[in-house]
């Protein structure tokens, strides 16, 4: 938030994505930041991914995910978040 970010990625490898994600994203909405983009990544079951959707996050990238691919998805999203 000092710093002006666009985004942030968080990467999950321990189960708690359900819980710690959208604490992030109500933590950044409280502190005036609703405008950064969250994205997710890590050993997240597709079964949570409507969830994590649901709860604000714009992208999930798991396991095999090209690191281009990904890239240029959240340069998407900050492109279209601040258009």
């Known amino acids: 938030i000092e710093n002006d970010v666009h985004a942030v990625g968080v990467s999950s490898l321990a189960a708690g994505h359900k819980t710690l994600i959208p604490l992030l994203i109500d933590a950044l909405a409280k502190a005036g930041a609703a405008d950064i983009?969250?994205?997710?990544?890590?050993?997240?079951?597709?079964?949570d991914y409507d969830f994590l959707h649901e709860a604000g996050v714009v992208g999930?990238?798991?396991?095999?995910t090209q690191i281009p691919n990904a890239?240029?998805?959240v340069m998407q999203h900050i492109r279209k978040a601040r258009s």
Request: no cysteine.
């Open 60 to 64: 999930i990238y798991g396991p095999g």
């Open 37 to 47: 983009i969250v994205f997710a990544g890590g050993v997240i079951p597709r079964q």
């Open 71 to 73: 890239a240029q998805d």
